[in-house]
């Protein structure tokens, strides 16, 4: 018996979170694999009933599991008190030191309106520290005002945190097309990013058959765009990882379409790219896709660490068929010009596993 963690999350996110664990639900029985699924406090709702978006029993709850499905959130629509702490998702990220964001972004069907037809490309983000004030500090955050005048912040940039992440850049590039880029601003970063630049390089020489090239993150941002097949593996600080993936995510179709997950060595946690949309909450027009591949993603992830649950990989693979498929058909929700809804289109996935 598989047991995963859920948390629904906010705004959409009951919505496609249900969506992607009865997909999931139907392609692991299909293989005659159970699957609890644990329910567990978070987001809005938890504030109502604990006084917290991330009660402590969640924490612990998770603590046993290997696996969890996170739905999106945002502490922007929190009250008052809980808008300018660490969003609930980052404190779970932190907690379990989920370090490497892996972002895909593919054109799936050629009935998606994609602004790069044929785009596949992994970007791999690592997630602890760089740019970003809520993850480059033990306690507290890493931006500040010594006056109501100057705003300052903090980047940090260590070599294990480098070196770590590089290597699940190589490594993932070792079984796609064998290249990886690294993207960095050494010209005008030299010293921060170009230590990430030169730890990536020197974990480069252990993988000898993986072509390796630097690029600036400007230029890099715009040859994504005009030659999208020249990408395969990119490996980013956590800032740069996360603009280029959006940015990859929409090229591919939508920003619906982009999953992700955040593992440690032990532990996974599949999150979707992008938001809650609180805009269209409960009107059931909001993309599942993301949502249903980042689940596939962290099935595909258990396969890999568990010799034994390899049949996880065929679960995932079947997932990601059977949303192929139905895309192929013309089934699309409304932002890839569509008109299906979100259980119209989980109803059709369901039919074609």
């Known amino acids: 018996m598989l047991t995963l963690g859920v948390l629904a999350g906010d705004g959409?996110?009951?919505?496609i979170v249900a969506s992607a664990t009865q997909i999931a639900e139907r392609a692991l029985g299909s293989l005659s694999i159970g699957v609890q699924w644990r329910a567990l406090p978070f987001g809005l709702t938890a504030i109502g009933e604990f006084g917290t978006p991330l009660?402590?029993?969640?924490?612990?709850?998770?603590?046993?599991?290997?696996?969890?499905?996170?739905?999106?959130?945002?502490?922007?629509?929190?009250?008052?008190?809980?808008?300018?702490?660490?969003?609930?998702?980052?404190?779970?990220?932190?907690?379990?030191?989920?370090?490497?964001?892996?972002?895909?972004a593919r054109t799936l069907s050629t009935a998606v309106d994609a602004v790069c037809p044929g785009l596949d490309v992994i970007i791999v983000r690592e997630n602890t520290e760089g740019f970003y004030a809520d993850r480059n500090m033990y306690y507290?955050?890493?931006?500040?005002?010594?006056?109501?005048?100057?705003?300052?912040?903090?980047?940090?940039?260590t070599r294990p945190a480098c070196e770590r992440i590089a290597h699940q850049a190589f490594q993932l590039a070792a079984v796609r097309r064998k290249s990886v880029t690294i993207a960095h601003?050494?010209?005008?970063?030299?010293?921060t990013t170009g230590l990430f630049r030169d730890v990536c390089l020197t974990v480069a020489e252990h993988y000898p058959d993986v072509e390796v090239r630097g690029e600036h993150i400007d230029a890099l941002a715009a040859r994504l765009v005009s030659h999208p097949s020249d990408f395969d593996v990119i490996v980013a600080e956590n800032m740069f990882g996360d603009i280029l993936s959006d940015l990859a995510g929409q090229l591919s179709g939508s920003l619906g379409m982009a999953p992700s997950?955040?593992?440690?060595?032990?532990?996974?946690?599949?999150?979707?790219?992008?938001?809650?949309?609180?805009?269209?909450?409960?009107?059931?027009?909001?993309?599942?896709?993301?949502?249903?591949l980042s689940t596939a993603m962290l099935l595909r992830w258990l396969a890999g660490r568990d010799a034994d649950a390899s049949a996880l990989g065929v679960v995932a693979e079947r997932i990601e068929d059977a949303v192929r498929r139905v895309l192929d058909a013309g089934v699309g929700t409304p932002d890839i010009g569509g008109s299906a809804s979100t259980s119209f289109f989980t109803e059709h996935v369901l039919a074609a596993l």
């Not at 601003?185 to 010293?191: D, F, Y």
């Open 12 to 15: 959409i996110g009951p919505e």
């Open 55 to 104: 009660p402590a029993q969640t924490l612990a709850e998770l603590d046993g599991l290997s696996g969890w499905i996170l739905g999106p959130h945002d502490n922007a629509g929190y009250p008052e008190e809980f808008r300018g702490m660490l969003s609930p998702g980052g404190a779970i990220r932190k907690h379990f030191n989920l370090f490497a964001n892996i972002r895909p």
């Open 140 to 157: 507290g955050a890493g931006e500040f005002m010594p006056t109501p005048d100057v705003a300052l912040a903090v980047a940090v940039f």
């Open 185 to 191: 601003k050494t010209n005008v970063l030299a010293k």
């Open 261 to 292: 997950i955040n593992a440690s060595l032990t532990r996974a946690m599949a999150q979707a790219a992008h938001g809650s949309a609180p805009d269209i909450a409960g009107r059931d027009i909001a993309n599942p896709v993301a949502m249903i």
